[in-house]
Each structure stands twice: as C-alpha cells, then as structure tokens.
C-alpha cells in the first residue's frame, strides 16, 4: 500500500448508498455535491477521499474529477477494500470506475482480496483521515453508509448529508 501523507483537518471523506432513490433528481444531487465541494475548497479542503463503490462514491468521484478542472490542487484518492472490487459492477460502472481510477490522484488498495468486513475497514480508513464527511444517506439504520456516518459522529467529524437537500 502507498502512503500518502495529506492534512487530514483539510480532508474530505464521502460515503453514500450504491443506488441513488428513484425520488431524487440525479442532477440536482450532481449540482448539490458540485456546490458542496466547492464550498469545501473554499474553506481549504484540498484531499478527497471516495470509497470506489458504485452509485453516490462514484458521483462523488467524478465530482471532484469535475472540480480538478478548475481547482488544479485538489487531490481524489479512491479508496479501494480489495483488489478487483469492480469486477461485480455492471458494464456501465466498471468503465466509469476505471476512469476515475485512471484519473485519480492515487489509489490506496487495502486489500489484495476480499475479506468479511474489507467494506468497513475502507469506511474507518476514510474516517480516519478526514475531517468532514460528505454523505448521502437516507437515515436507514443498518448499512455501510449509516456506519460511516455513526463512526463520523463518533470523531466529532461534522456530516453534511446531501439526502436532505431538496
């Protein structure tokens, strides 16, 4: 695994559901995460930290790949639980994904193969080097959003849900 060394207090993890609700308009979340991250560079985060999975991390990444084009120093570190975590996409995602990956600024792969938690073990990666928490969660109790989210809280890491925004 590389090291990377960035501020963690001017660091950015993201965590949201792998399906994005039928009743959210996908380009108001897309123009709300856009607004967000800029917000954010604006009060100086510079390093965002996505999980790779599909859905809202992959919105997320390409978000901040958007925002590169403007703001040259922010930095995208996909955050990867095992090698070859893609594979299970479907056609459309793996492509979008090998994009990102392509693009980023680094990949940090925890794992060289699936393990039972690798997914929370990513989730309390991120946590532990951010700051802030850019979510999109539903308030659903039980999964690998709603962990992120409690062990963000957990850390006095503030939580800006984009769920919420309407």
């Known amino acids: 695994m590389n090291i990377i060394h960035t501020d963690k207090s001017k660091s950015i993890a993201f965590t949201g559901h792998r399906t994005i ?34 859905g809202f991390d992959l919105l997320a990444a390409e978000a901040v790949l958007e925002l590169q084009k403007i703001y040259s120093d922010i930095q995208l570190f996909c955050v990867v639980p095992y090698a070859g975590h893609h594979r299970a996409f479907d056609r459309e995602d793996k492509l979008r994904y090998i ?57 006095s890491i503030p939580v800006i849900n984009l769920y919420n925004i309407k």
């Open 21 to 54: 609700s039928a009743s959210t308009d996908a380009e108001q979340l897309r123009a709300d995460l856009l607004a967000t991250l800029a917000q954010a560079y604006n009060n100086g985060f510079r390093a965002c930290y996505v999980g790779a999975a599909q």
């Open 99 to 155: 994009d990102i990956a392509d693009r980023a600024t680094s990949n940090i792969i925890l794992s060289s193969q699936y393990y039972d938690g690798c997914f929370l073990r990513r989730n309390d990666y991120m946590i532990h080097h951010s700051s802030l928490l850019i979510a999109y969660h539903d308030g659903a109790y039980r999964s690998g959003t709603a962990y992120t989210v409690r062990r963000a809280k957990a850390n």
